[in-house]
Antibody, heavy 119, light 107 residues
Framework: EVQLVESGGGLVKPGGSLRLSCAASGFTFSSYSMNWVRQAPGKGLEWVSSISSSSSYIYYADSVKGRFTISRDNAKNSLYLQMNSLRAEDTAVYYC????????????WGQGTTVTVSS | DIQLTQSPSFLSASVGDRVTITCRASQGISSYLAWYQQKPGKAPKLLIYAASTLQSGVPSRFSGSGSGTEFTLTISSLQPEDFATYYCQQLNSYPQTFGQGTKVEIK
């Protein structure tokens, strides 16, 4: 079964750091670009970051550029999001998602992990 | 950045109704548009990619059309399981962006 499972969310104080992980299974992870998408409580979807299959191309939303770092370990079938200098506005459910084609959308999503930034 | 504007933001409809949601891009995005369905507490589900291609396993009552700056998602006969929020997403250029969403509720 094709599956993505996020972990690493939790409660963190403003200015703190958190590292999210996404474990992939059921498909050849190294062949796909991967993404992080977030959703603040009661709000819409916001694209956060994308990384190509070999990590050659990396993109960030302006709202997280310089604070978040996306990475992947194809040997471990894992995607990561290192989040530093967290702000209250980063509070959201964070989803990892697979791009089956870079222009065609995200066809597999994890269940999400919740990040809450609060003092 | 490319902005996507969905209309309406909220839609009240009955089972069996034909429903159309529009997504307008602030600049041309060719056919690099996807549509997603999201139910409360769940991850989004890809419905349509490349503006008009139905994702595998998605019922044929869903269809998409458009290119350039104007796109539509149509549900030909609304079913109880279709009550959800729908989002468009542009993949023409980074940063990728989503529309603000259209919530479809039961009348």
């Amino acid at each position: 079964e094709v599956q993505l499972v996020e972990s690493g969310g939790g409660l963190v104080k403003p200015g703190g750091s958190l590292r999210l992980s996404c474990a992939a299974s059921g498909f050849t992870f190294s062949s796909y670009s991967m993404n992080w998408v977030r959703q603040a409580p009661g709000k819409g979807l916001e694209w956060v970051s994308s990384i190509s299959s070999s990590s050659s191309y990396i993109y960030y939303a302006d709202s997280v550029k310089g604070r978040f770092t996306i990475s992947r370990d194809n040997a471990k079938n894992s995607l990561y999001l290192q989040m530093n200098s967290l702000r209250a506005e980063d509070t959201a459910v964070y989803y990892c998602a697979r791009s089956w084609n870079d222009f065609y959308g995200m066809d597999v999503w994890g269940q999400g992990t919740t990040v809450t930034v609060s003092s | 950045d490319i902005q996507l504007t969905q209309s309406p933001s909220f839609l009240s409809a009955s089972v069996g109704d034909r429903v159309t949601i529009t997504c307008r891009a602030s600049q041309g995005i060719s056919s690099y548009l996807a549509w997603y369905q999201q139910k409360p507490g769940k991850a989004p589900k890809l419905l349509i990619y490349a503006a008009s291609t139905l994702q595998s396993g998605v019922p044929s009552r869903f269809s998409g059309s458009g290119s350039g700056t104007e796109f539509t998602l149509t549900i030909s006969s609304l079913q109880p399981e279709d009550f959800a929020t729908y989002y468009c997403q542009q993949l023409n250029s980074y940063p990728q962006t989503f529309g603000q969403g259209t919530k479809v509720e039961i009348k």
